[in-house]
């Protein structure tokens, strides 16, 4: 369904494009804010992936001579308090947000997927119970939830990540649930049981890749609210713990403290989360667009 | 309607007792045992004394037994004792109630006046500049976080007043308390804003692509008229929704915004009691807010219904 959708806009767009680079053209002049918010996205996972590289400073490393120096050669963002580089830091906290933030959304989907088919195509009792307890887990707000799950299971990084994923077990469940209860009734998936195809086979093999369109918007708009989530856990204290640099810490431990004489402590880390927030986001909306026009605004 | 109220009422019933069972199972599975680490911070270390906290406490009992307790005390107001300040957990949570209640109020009024205009604005002239930067402003809203939005509110204080808006709770009167808490209201519900418009314009666009716009356009209707009295009236039902969203929205805000002001209301209470590992208010305080958010959605609902005579329910 998802390269049906996509060919589709081509074919309305009037695109003749045929081959990769024309239509990655194509779609960058459709859709230029979701561009802005893929490139963003591009350079926060190259900053990550080659942080050895583009830092001159370790991260961890403290050095009391420049405590809360400024902006400058060595130190491009200042220091901190500690003495420790707020652009490395910041380049090195990319991992730590990407790596939650893309790893609390899989496990979330991952989840939620395997709950939403099972009780969209199995229906039932199973069906009746697994809705409402997605109810019930719904009706926490996503950081209450999230603060909860992560001070029942003490701080580290897996614990964060378990944490955020949790609470989006339901939204994900709930979607792929109602298009899974949708494709049930096309005639495919009746053309696939007369010819006595198992039922297991048929949800993996049949109704599974029609969901693939929805899951990625859902996916991608998640995954800004895990990065927020993260960072808002680890500011309350509660989130990835030390060594580990994270945007959300950087700005509680010492930021309000020093805001007077080191603004860069507060407006770096704090760009950052929004950054990466906002690029996932304009990428979202695009995609929304993109693959499930029915929600187009 | 009577049986649609009643089996509403119901799931409301069921979905609270599913949470207070979560609560209550996940503070029981926390590594460490409360009396191990209350027995050892008070540097007692006779066995008995040990027994005796536990009985005082209550977790000597059986998990079941002590999952009663709980529900029976809140039933009848009795919230138990705080492990910190060993005072009564009610006594502890119901002075911030109203600080955090004001806050959220003031919120969501900043929100719902920024959020309608601009939604409205954006769905009448879709796809021009205008729109584009709204819709811009709103998505950058919602990736601002807010305790960030806080520190820089408190630094631009800071740098053109050299002074803190500080929160005292010696501050009377209806004026002053509304400038004190504006600020914050202001950063908590800029966020919320760009949600509200973006339901708006989407509900807006809906509307304005309905056959009875066309006829209301084709009947020789000014412009200001089909999008004020005809679209607006018919989209805003759905952004009343808006506010049962808002409700768990604006909690996820209101507990960093308390934390970066400094205002002791119980969202920032919370994550206090989280830390300092006091249950007895954690799984208050998460029941209550849990209340909340499931009563003000079930308002909403109820709201609606009455709104919007065009829905009907089934029992």
């Known amino acids: 369904m998802a390269g049906g959708t996509y060919q589709a806009e081509l074919n309305r767009a009037g695109a003749s494009a045929t081959g990769a680079w024309s239509q990655a053209w194509f779609l960058v002049r459709q859709y230029p804010l979701g561009a802005i918010g893929a490139l963003i996205m591009a350079v926060f996972v190259l900053a990550a992936i080659f942080a050895d590289a583009i830092t001159t400073q370790s991260p961890l490393a403290t050095n009391p001579r420049v405590s809360l120096a400024g902006p400058g050669a060595t130190y491009i963002m200042g220091a901190d308090f500690m003495g420790r580089d707020v652009y490395a830091r910041i380049v090195y906290g990319a991992r730590i947000s990407l790596a939650v933030g893309i790893g609390s959304t899989f496990l979330g989907c991952l989840f939620g997927v395997a709950i939403g088919l099972a009780s969209g195509y199995l229906g039932g009792w199973f069906d009746l119970i697994v809705q409402r307890l997605m109810d019930i887990m719904q009706a926490l707000p996503l950081l209450v939830l999230a603060l909860v799950f992560s001070a029942a299971m003490g701080p580290s990084l897996q614990n964060t990540i378990i944490a955020i994923a949790i609470p989006l077990v339901p939204s994900v469940a709930r979607v792929i649930r109602s298009n899974t209860l949708a494709l049930r009734e096309l005639a495919f998936v009746e053309a696939a049981q007369a010819t006595g195809m198992s039922e297991w086979r048929l949800a993996i093999r049949h109704i599974l890749p029609n969901t693939i369109a929805p899951l990625i918007v859902l996916a991608t708009a998640q995954l800004g609210s895990t990065i927020l989530t993260e960072a808002s856990l680890s500011f309350l204290g509660l989130g990835v713990p030390e060594p580990h640099p994270s945007w959300g810490r950087m700005l509680s431990e010492s930021a309000a403290e020093y805001m007077r004489r080191a603004p860069w402590l507060v407006i770096f880390p704090g760009l950052a989360i929004s950054l990466a927030v906002f690029g996932t986001n304009l990428l979202g909306d695009a995609l929304r667009d993109l693959l499930d026009p029915r929600q187009r605004g | ?315």
């Open chain 2, 1 to 315: 309607m009577g049986a649609y109220l009643v089996r509403r009422f119901g799931l409301m019933l069921l979905t609270l007792f599913g949470i207070s069972v979560i609560i209550f199972t996940l503070l029981r599975i926390v590594p460490g045992n409360i009396v191990d680490i209350l027995f050892d911070s008070a540097g007692m270390v006779d066995p008995a004394e040990k027994q005796r906290i536990a009985r005082e406490l209550g977790l000597d009992l059986s998990l079941p037994q002590q999952y009663v307790a709980w529900i029976s005390g809140i039933l009848r107001g009795d919230l138990g004792y705080s492990y910190v300040s060993e005072k009564p957990a009610l006594e502890e949570i119901a002075p911030r109630i109203p600080i955090t209640a004001k806050l959220a109020v003031l919120a969501l009024v900043f929100s719902v006046l920024i959020g309608v205009p601009l939604g409205v604005i954006s769905a009448v002239r879709q796809n021009t500049l205008t729109d584009y930067a709204l819709r811009v402003l709103s998505l950058s809203g919602l990736s601002l976080p807010s305790f960030w939005l806080g520190l820089l509110v408190l630094m631009a204080f800071v740098s053109w007043f050299d002074t803190l808006p500080i929160y005292s709770d010696r501050i009377t009167g209806f004026w002053a308390q509304l400038a004190l808490f504006s600020v914050p209201a202001a950063a908590v519900g800029f966020r919320s804003s760009a949600l509200v418009m973006r339901l708006t314009r989407s509900s807006m666009l809906e509307v304005l692509r309905q056959d009875y716009i066309r006829t209301a356009r084709a009947k020789g209707a000014t412009r200001q008229s089909v999008n004020y009295r005809h679209a607006l009236r018919n989209a805003l039902l759905p952004v009343v929704t808006v506010i049962g969203i808002e409700a768990a929205f604006l909690i996820g805000g209101l507990i960093v915004t308390e934390t970066v002001f400094n205002i002791p209301g119980v969202a920032r209470f919370l994550v206090e009691a989280i830390r300092a590992r006091d249950y007895p208010i954690v799984q208050n305080l998460v029941m209550l807010i849990a209340v909340v958010v499931v009563v003000v959605n079930f308002v909403v609902d109820m709201l609606y219904a009455v709104l919007d005579p065009r829905i009907k329910y089934g029992g």
